[in-house]
């Protein structure tokens, strides 16, 4: 069973930067596909990126693409999304996840859940 806690949310302006962290436990880390997912009030869950683990291939969402950067470091089971150029319209809980899949955007192909980690970004 593994077990993903997610940090680094908050309240920040439209222009700023934030980088989210999801540290992992309980299993082999470098073997799962690590992704990012955002879920807006009243929205479904939208895929944002994710990172394969066999070779750290890297896939975006046409919204964040440019503007997002995810990466992991198997050293401490960490998967982080720096976010900058932050809109309104990013505004979501951030969940991470953990794939056995060599990279998936649909979160049914997703085995575990954090709990997420609220961003708010004003005008």
């Known amino acids: 069973q593994v077990q993903l806690v997610e940090s680094g949310g908050g309240l920040v302006q439209a222009g700023g930067s934030l980088r989210l962290s999801c540290a992992a436990s309980?299993?082999?880390?470098?073997?799962?596909?690590m992704g990012w997912f955002c879920q807006a009030p009243g929205k479904e869950r939208e895929f944002v990126a994710f990172?394969?683990?066999?070779?750290?291939?890297?896939y975006y969402s046409d919204s964040v693409k440019g503007r997002f950067t995810i990466s992991r470091d198997n050293a401490k089971n960490t998967v982080y999304l720096q976010m900058n150029s932050l809109k309104p319209e990013d505004t979501a809980v951030y969940y991470c996840?953990?794939?056995?899949?060599?990279?998936?955007?649909?979160?049914?192909?997703?085995?575990?859940w954090g709990q997420g980690t609220q961003v708010t970004v004003s005008s």
């Open positions: 990172i394969r683990w066999s070779d750290s291939w890297i």
């Open positions: 996840a953990a794939s056995f899949t060599n990279g998936a955007v649909g979160g049914s192909h997703y085995d575990y």
């Open positions: 309980g299993g082999t880390f470098s073997r799962y596909t």
